[in-house]
């Protein structure tokens, strides 16, 4: 059994179809578990007893926790540790979620994953307070650390750079923030792939999940709007590149967010295509009914 937490989110929907072919699946969302009962996490998993849990749920409004950071704290760092005793209470595996806001941007090389952790906002700092909780709690665990992510659903920058350009542009998008955007479906499918492998207690660990390359905001908004225009035969809207300094967030974001995915590849053969490629498959791939919300 499969006990799958956040399922309506990006990476959750799609882990609901590449998960389901490994066996049982349950999937709850917010509207099926509410996350901020721990009683009723814990109840939960009892009744499962899962030999996977996967934990897709997590606080992802980045500027919203500057001023809720308590909300952010319990969905991002005490749910992880109460997931994480729970299965070592009924012996499950636990894959969890992580990001590449636990650095503090100032590398100049892909981060790898025992490069020290200096987050930088409420959400990161949660964040990685969740890393260290599963550690500590639960050996039997997988860490993903998963950055820019994207998709046909949901509140994500594709869609967001969709939505500014039907006003016709130019648009003014930050290009000193450098990363590597990552398609939740490809995301998905690796973790199915790791998953798939069943792999013993000395893999257990952190793993960072992405694929080659690497673009600033500026240039994704580019390649989107480049495929778009190219599909619909018009010309692309066009996109003006902007310092960090003259678009002010609450939070602090972090300007070299590159992640290094050697060790996934090493350790379990699998390979996340590069960013444009993801681009390329994303906006080919068929839309479901219903799947834009």
């Given amino acids: 059994m499969i006990f799958l937490l956040g399922a309506q989110g990006q ?3 799609e882990l609901q179809r590449t998960l389901a072919t490994l066996g049982p699946l349950h999937a709850t969302s917010r509207a099926t578990l ?6 009723a996490i814990r109840a939960a998993v009892r009744e499962m007893a899962p030999r996977w849990i996967v934990n897709a749920a997590a606080y992802t409004a980045v500027d919203a926790a500057e001023s809720d950071p308590a909300a952010a704290h319990w969905l991002n760092a005490e749910v992880p540790r109460i997931l994480a ?3 070592v209470r009924t012996g499950a595996w636990l894959v969890h979620y992580s990001t590449d806001y636990v650095f503090d941007g100032t590398g100049t090389r892909g981060y790898v994953e025992t490069d020290p952790v200096a987050p930088q906002s409420v959400y990161g700092r949660t964040k ?8 500590a709690v639960c050996a039997q665990h997988l860490i993903f650390r998963v950055a820019w992510v994207y998709g046909v659903r949901g509140r994500n920058f594709l869609l967001t750079v969709r939505r500014l350009a039907g006003g016709g542009g130019p648009l003014r998008i930050v290009d000193d923030q450098v990363g590597v955007p990552t398609w939740s479906r490809a995301i998905a499918e690796a973790t199915a ?3 798939a492998q069943r792999p013993g207690d000395a893999l257990a660990g952190t793993y960072h999940m992405a694929g080659g390359g690497s673009c600033s905001w500026h240039g994704f908004a580019q390649a989107i709007l480049a495929a778009d225009a ?3 035969g018009t010309a692309p809207v066009a996109v003006l ?3 960090t300094s003259a678009y002010p967030t609450p939070a602090t974001r ?8 050697s060790k996934l590849h090493d350790t379990f053969g699998v390979v996340l295509p590069a960013w444009d490629r993801q681009l390329a498959l994303c906006l080919d791939a068929p839309v479901a009914v219903g799947s834009v919300a």
């Fill in 230 to 232: 190219s599909a619909a």
């Fill in 34 to 39: 509410d996350l901020t009962n721990e009683a």
């Fill in 254 to 261: 972090p300007a070299w967010s590159v992640l290094n995915a």
């Fill in 193 to 195: 792939q790791v998953m």
């Fill in 11 to 13: 990476v959750g929907y």
């Fill in 241 to 243: 590149p902007i310092a």
């Fill in 85 to 87: 005793e729970e299965a």
């Fill in 128 to 135: 990685a307070l969740g890393e260290a909780a599963v550690r």
